[in-house]
């Protein structure tokens, strides 16, 4: 059975920068999109980043991440990351890692929770001076 483990998150100020990563183990990660999703206490978990089977294949993006974050995957070492860049207070929340065996995301679809089969553990972030 593939697990899925967060690690890169931390305290960090504001504009700064952070790189999530996502490892997979018992298995291959090739097979599976990768999507990144965060959630705050009282609020449902929200969608931040998703990418295809392949390591160069299409990216989606929430609107509020577009231009700071960078999702990407290396089929080779089984991982994906989360480059998040000029971080904001807003952006501190849990981030979770998930994975959708033989899924192709569209613009559409990208972020439906019930569309992943994996979850990772999580791993916080907290933007603050």
């Known amino acids: 059975q593939l697990q899925l483990v967060e690690s890169g998150g931390g305290l960090v100020q504001p504009g700064g920068s952070l790189r999530l990563s996502c490892a997979a183990s018992g298995g291959t990660l090739r097979f599976y999109a990768v999507g990144w999703f965060r959630q705050v206490p009282g609020k449902e978990r929200e969608g931040v980043a998703s990418i295809t089977m392949m390591s160069d294949g299409s990216t989606y993006y929430t609107d509020s991440v577009k231009g700071r974050f960078t999702i990407s995957r290396d089929n080779a070492k089984d991982t994906a990351y989360l480059q998040m860049n000029n971080l904001k207070p807003e952006d501190s929340a849990n981030y979770y890692c998930?994975?959708?065996?033989?899924?192709?995301?569209?613009?559409?679809?990208?972020?439906?929770?019930?569309?992943?089969?994996?979850w990772g553990q999580g791993t916080q972030v907290t933007v603050s001076s």
């Open positions: 998930a994975a959708a065996e033989y899924f192709a995301p569209l613009e559409n679809t990208w972020n439906a929770r019930d569309e992943y089969d994996l």
